[in-house]
């Protein structure tokens, strides 16, 4: 960003007493750039050159600046309606963090503003300014990325796309803004496995920036079938698929799962600030009193009751917030028949919490002659949990139809570096 201006959003109390979207508008001059914070999970700009600039016009009254403090960091120079004042901000690893600077705005008239001094410590390896956000009395107002539409949505310009997230989505949505891409090590896999002319299974699909990029990839004979129970997010999606000029997609409000049934997603308030790709279906949803209610049924059921072959399956991705298990007992014919390649991840902590263990996962997909590569498609062998940990990673599971060749490809060449080196 170059002499731009932006948004700052938080929560606060509606007129009727509910959640709702407050609002600060800032400008800035200067190279700065976006990320999302280690430390608040948040967006967040940053910048390193010398003069670079962000002012602030607020409500009169006391606020808390949030800057990181790091190894990179610089000192800033920060301008409020009483003073001016510079502030070191390098910290070692071990005292890296948030630091919350006092400061007291006098109304709009006299922004509040920070700026990069462009000096620092001799420790410290660069002059950056991270601006994390601001505290008022009303609680905490961070970085918005996007375009807003509205009161309650943004249109994000991505590499594979435009899409449409609801504000309040701190998960895909921020990412999607910061990055222009989610996940791009699921992209490149997409891209490799992926064929023209397959069927393909999007099984958690959001608000649907994967099934956009596999929507491209099968082309105009192929076929994506797009599953999302939440209600807000299949709403997205659908809008994302329209916005994108995606006519081979198929798109489903429901879950999958190892048989049919009517379950209950957690509950989740969409006007707070939160990932909602993180929502998954209650292990005990059935009988739950709270929560979006869901049809869940088997793949094998779904490709039944529309016509489609279960052999054409070529491609099944999932990320449905530990059902993966469930969703593979309901997919038996698939797996049989199509041998498809199966993309998925694994969430130790979370699949005990839904009711079985995750190394279940690996001994079905290993009972059907699958093996299994990761991210960086290196040979993936099945580590061990600690028990306690919130460790996650994706699995990428191949059948013998395309394994051998996947394997090759991608260890050869890491030998014949080796050895050149």
């Known amino acids: 960003m170059v002499n731009a201006t932006g948004r700052l959003i938080g929560g606060v109390a509606g007129p009727d007493g509910a959640p709702a979207i407050g609002e600060l508008e800032y400008a800035c001059a200067g190279d700065w750039g976006v990320r999302i914070s280690p430390y608040t999970r948040r967006a967040t700009i940053y910048a390193e050159a010398a003069g670079a600039w962000l002012e602030l016009r607020l409500p009169p009254g006391p606020w808390r600046l949030l800057l990181t403090r790091h190894g990179w960091s610089g000192r800033v120079l920060v301008r409020d309606a009483k003073a001016y004042s510079i502030h070191d901000l390098y910290a070692t690893q071990e005292d890296s ?45 961070y970085p918005e990325l996007g375009q807003p539409l509205g009161p309650v949505c943004r249109l994000i310009d ?39 002319g397959q069927v393909v299974a999007d099984v958690g699909a959001n608000i649907g920036h994967h099934t956009v990029v596999l929507s491209r990839l099968v082309g105009d004979q192929g076929r994506v079938l797009a599953f999302e129970p939440q209600m807000q997010m299949f709403n997205l999606l659908n809008a994302n698929l329209v916005l994108n000029g995606c006519r081979n997609v198929i798109p489903y409000r429901k879950g999958l799962g190892a048989g049919s049934a009517t379950m209950r997603m957690y509950p989740i308030n969409y006007r707070s600030f939160t990932n909602f790709g993180a929502l998954g279906i209650q292990p005990d949803g059935a009988a739950a009193a709270q929560g979006e209610t869901v049809a869940v049924e088997p793949l094998d059921a779904v490709l039944t009751a529309e016509g489609i072959d279960h052999a ?110």
């Open 97 to 141: 963090g948030i630091l919350e600077i006092p400061v007291v705005s006098a109304g709009e008239a006299r922004p509040l503003r920070i700026e990069v001094t462009g000096t620092r410590q001799e420790a410290s390896r660069n002059c950056q300014i991270w601006f994390l956000g601001l505290r008022g009395d009303g609680g905490v107002f």
């Open 158 to 196: 991505g590499i594979h796309g435009q899409f449409m997230a609801l504000r309040t989505d701190t998960g895909v949505a921020d990412h999607l803004a910061a990055n222009r891409v989610w996940e791009p090590d699921s992209i490149r896999i997409f891209e490799r496995f992926v064929s023209d």
């Open 312 to 421: 054409a399956v070529g491609f099944l991705k999932m990320d449905v917030q530990s059902y993966e298990f469930y969703v593979l007992k309901g997919a038996r014919q698939v797996l049989e028949k199509a041998r498809p390649v199966v993309y998925l991840e694994i969430a130790p902590r979370s699949m005990r919490r839904a009711g079985y263990d995750y190394r279940d996962v690996y001994r079905l997909l290993e009972e059907l002659g699958y093996d299994f590569l990761d991210d960086a498609q290196a040979p993936h062998v099945q580590p061990e949990w600690d028990g306690e940990s919130f460790d996650e990673w994706n699995v990428l599971a191949l059948p013998e139809r395309v394994r051998n060749a996947a394997v090759i490809n991608t260890v050869l060449p890491r030998l014949e570096l080796a050895q050149a080196g």
